[in-house]
């Protein structure tokens, strides 16, 4: 059960969120928050593949809202969305300006408009803050031997083992709830650390039901965040599942263990299911972070680790896809994106060590792991078009390390 401050906390925030909304929306109140649920996983399990996710970056060169519409995932700092905190900074707000919900709500409304798929979800800081965000002596930053512990450059971590910082947490997620201007949260950086991390997705769940999607960043992790699967709708996996060292990072760990893992982790969420894998151009150390002296320039595409990532992502689950070129997660727009393939007919079949296919209502999607040894044929008896290549015909080799979307004319 709850302590009686946590409820306080809930129940204080959500009086303030209605408040709020009566203020813009003239009269709506919380009891028109069933509806929310019931659209948002409607609008998922109609989503026809591939569906393609947006990570912080927009498209390369492409800021408008109709090039954010065009994902069927839309993760974005809160402040992307047009809300402004109720108090700076950040890390001490408990709401929303009314003015920026208002102007948040126009916002969300014409990405909507241009997709009405699109999930929307608002990134909630959280784990790590900038070194500007309180003062160096400040009890809720995460302390080790009387400094303050880093994170990423410029930024340091909170100590969410603090009752009144869960509490602050929990308060700003509620009020993004309450705002009704995105469907969900996002919450960066997950660690397998189940104390905080149980007490704050618990009251967050208990307050919003299932009319709130909660999405988490796992990053490199596998199959460790089990415990936490029953409170969220969906994993976020960085590039770290596929990178070309991870077999020597983690020895004992076959493909078929990642897949058993992947797997099981979506049978634990929640529904609506929203996890997305995203996969790395550049696997490179340190790619992309702020101190990358070679961050945003260009490099050499790896087209065959597009097509295999974006397979695996259709067939080994119900999975969002992003293909970014780092931790700086900027992207291109690919022609398979555009190339929707229905939805699944069946579970994705093991047809060996190395290849995995699944049947989609217009397609068959195939891949040839990594490691594999030989090029695997597909003979389908009937003429299919590649969605990555443009190839037609009636047999397709997949190449070791390569994928094919198959579709059917």
Request: net charge negative; aromatic share 12%; glycine share 8%.
């Amino acid at each position: 059960m709850m302590c009686e401050g946590m409820m306080m906390v809930r129940c204080a925030a959500r009086a303030i969120g209605i408040a709020l909304m009566l203020a813009i929306l003239g009269g709506a109140s919380a009891a028109d928050a069933p509806t929310r649920e019931s659209t948002v996983r409607e609008k998922i399990e109609k989503t026809p593949y591939p569906r393609v996710g947006m990570c912080w970056s927009p498209l390369r060169g492409d800021r408008s809202p109709a090039g954010m519409a065009r994902h069927d995932l839309i993760m974005s700092s809160v402040e992307a969305f047009g809300l402004e905190w109720d108090r700076q900074p950040e890390v001490l707000a408990t709401g929303f300006k009314p003015e920026s919900i208002a102007e948040a709500r126009k916002r969300t409304a014409e990405i909507r408009k241009l997709n009405p798929s699109a999930v929307l979800i608002g990134d909630l800081s959280f784990y790590e803050f900038g070194e500007d965000q309180l003062p160096e002596d400040h009890p809720w930053w995460l302390k080790a031997d009387g400094k303050r512990e880093q994170f990423w450059p410029g930024t340091y971590r909170m100590n969410w083992y603090l009752p009144d910082y869960q509490e602050s947490v929990i308060k700003r997620t509620l009020a993004l709830y309450e705002a009704g201007v995105v469907d969900g949260v996002f919450f960066d950086n997950w660690r397998d650390e189940p104390e905080p991390w149980i007490k704050i997705m618990r009251s967050i769940r208990e307050a919003v039901r299932d009319k709130f999607l909660i999405f988490v960043n796992v990053g490199y992790d596998i199959g460790t965040a089990d415990w936490a699967a029953p409170y969220l709708n969906g994993i976020m996996y960085e590039s770290g599942w596929s990178h070309p060292e991870r077999s020597r990072w983690m020895p004992n760990e076959t493909w078929d263990d990642r897949i058993r893992m992947m797997q099981r982790t979506q049978e634990l969420l929640l529904p609506p299911h929203i996890s997305l894998i995203e996969r790395f151009e550049e696997v490179r150390d340190h790619a992309g972070w702020p101190n990358d002296a070679n961050r945003g320039k260009d490099i050499t595409r790896d087209r065959a680790a597009r097509h295999w990532t974006m397979a695996y992502a259709l067939i080994v689950g119900n999975f969002y896809y992003l293909f970014s070129d780092s931790t700086s997660h900027r992207h291109d727009w690919y022609p398979e994106y555009d190339v929707k393939i229905g939805l699944p007919v069946a579970p994705g079949e093991r047809v060996n060590a190395h290849v995995w296919q699944r049947n989609y209502e217009k397609a068959l999607a195939v891949m040839n792991l990594p490691d594999a040894k030989a090029p695997y044929n597909v003979n389908l008896g009937k003429v299919a078009r590649d969605s990555f290549t443009g190839e037609s015909g009636t047999t397709f080799a997949v190449p070791p390390g390569d994928g094919r979307v198959l579709v059917y004319e």
